[in-house]
């Protein structure tokens, strides 16, 4: 008998436990290739291709491919997934035989083929953000799913998760978005690892056929965290608006990184601390507002604030 149920707990399991400590990339899905003989997926990324070559059987279905003009969103390629079904599934029993999804994540070969899940990630960002088109089958559904964790010593602590889907029809590209929602019980933690799982089918009951194009991915704003946490940790950031250089002075000894960031969140600058001070080469930046936030050596934040560069 066929299986068909694809939750987000099982698709985990398909692509593995092991979760990767690679960047996000290729969030324009223009970057390509093959690890494992499988036709090409984009790089950085899995999918139900990697069951298409000799060790598992080179008659699967291919579920995800280039998709080139006039049907792309941008650039050369978007991503194309369509639900499948396998014709030979090497775990039956965690992997289901019916899917069309594309989760951040790699495969390495050596020396043994493990799939890592997830990749490297550091920030609490508002939204995740993509635009994607979608054809389903009739009753069919497709989805994002995104989750932010930290390794605990044990197991992984889930920091934030978001959740976005599709019940109709959406025959252009079109901007879609994941509202993150922090745990509260975490709100002073920094994620390690973020997980992004697109599905072209519902979790229950996932149709044949459907299909959903998929490109510009990118994650957006700040989760701030508590306050109350700052008061033992006092930044001195000086000259505010700054030119050439800005000096950062902490009163924590703890404090060892502070992290830069623009106004579209993303990180444009990392300096060390030593002996509770750090120097940013403002020369090098363009005008505008910046936000920062300085962590501990177990990347807990410490602090935040905003300044600005003139030119």
Not at 5 to 19: D, K, M, N, R
Not at 83 to 103: E, F, M, R
Request: proline share 6%; hydrophobic share 40%.
């Amino acid at each position: 008998m066929k299986k068909t149920l694809l939750t987000v707990t099982a698709f985990a399991a398909v692509i593995g436990s092991t979760f990767g400590q690679a960047p996000i990339t290729n969030n324009n899905m223009e970057t390509w290739g093959s690890t494992i003989g499988e036709p090409v997926q984009p790089t950085g990324y899995i999918s139900a291709n990697i069951f298409k070559n000799s060790f598992v059987d080179p008659n699967n279905p291919t579920s995800v491919s280039q998709e080139v003009a006039p049907n792309n969103y941008q650039g050369t390629y978007s991503a194309r997934l369509e639900t499948v079904v396998l014709l030979t599934n090497p775990d039956p029993a965690s992997i289901p035989d019916t899917l069309g999804a594309l989760s951040l994540g790699t495969v390495t070969v050596l020396p043994s083929i493990v799939v890592h899940n997830g990749g490297a990630y550091t920030h609490r960002p508002q939204i995740l953000s993509y635009y994607a088109k979608y054809a389903p089958m009739p009753g069919d559904t497709g989805w994002c799913w995104v989750e932010l964790t930290k390794w605990n010593g044990a197991g992984r602590d889930i920091i934030a998760a978001g959740f976005d889907y599709m019940t109709t029809a959406v025959p252009t590209y079109s901007l879609r978005t994941v509202t993150m929602v922090y745990d509260v019980a975490f709100q002073n933690a920094t994620p390690d690892t973020i997980s992004v799982i697109f599905s072209a089918s519902s979790t229950y009951t996932p149709q044949v056929g459907s299909v959903m194009h998929i490109d510009a991915i990118s994650v957006t704003g700040w989760n701030g965290v508590d306050d109350h946490a700052f008061v033992n940790n006092v930044v001195n950031a000086f000259p505010n608006p700054a030119s050439t250089e800005m000096t950062f002075e902490v009163t924590a000894a703890t404090a060892k990184t502070i992290e830069v960031y623009d106004v579209a969140g993303r990180q444009v600058d990392e300096i060390t601390i030593e002996n509770k001070e750090a120097k940013l080469a403002a020369w090098k930046m363009a005008g505008g507002m910046y936000t920062y936030a300085i962590f501990d050596e177990n990347r807990n934040v410490m602090n935040r604030g905003k300044f600005n560069v003139v030119k």
